[in-house]
């Protein structure tokens, strides 16, 4: 079992930045950050392979938004700038047992508990 838990999140204006990490129990394999806004279904968001050589983000936050891993540390990151107001959500950051990069919610075993990231206009 894997615990993750979320950090970073916070209130900031738009074109802000702000950093996420999430700490995990133990060495993990792929990694995910997700976000679920209000009345919205969770989205993908960026993910991570196991040894961090690999990378994706979605669409919407390309050029803005930057996945990493730590595995000295067994964190990831997630650096957010140029933050919009539709960038708010909870932020969900995600482990699985593959080892490259997945973007279903189903292929990830172990979940934080979130982070909330507001952004104002």
């Known amino acids: 079992q894997v615990q993750l838990v979320e950090s970073g999140g916070g209130l900031v204006q738009a074109g802000g930045s702000l950093r996420l990490s999430c700490a995990a129990s133990a060495r993990t394999l792929s990694m995910a950050w997700f976000r679920q806004a209000p009345a919205k279904e969770r989205e993908f968001v960026a993910a991570i392979n196991s040894n961090g050589g690999s990378t994706s983000v979605v669409d919407s936050v390309k050029g803005r938004f930057t996945i990493s891993r730590d595995n000295a540390k067994n964190t990831v990151y997630l650096q957010m700038n140029g933050l919009k107001p539709e960038d708010t959500a909870v932020y969900f950051c995600?482990?699985?047992?593959?080892?490259?990069?997945?973007?279903?919610?189903?292929?990830?075993?172990?979940w934080g508990q979130g982070t909330q990231v507001t952004v104002s206009s």
């Open positions: 995600a482990a699985s047992l593959f080892v490259g990069i997945r973007f279903a919610s189903q292929d990830y075993n172990y």
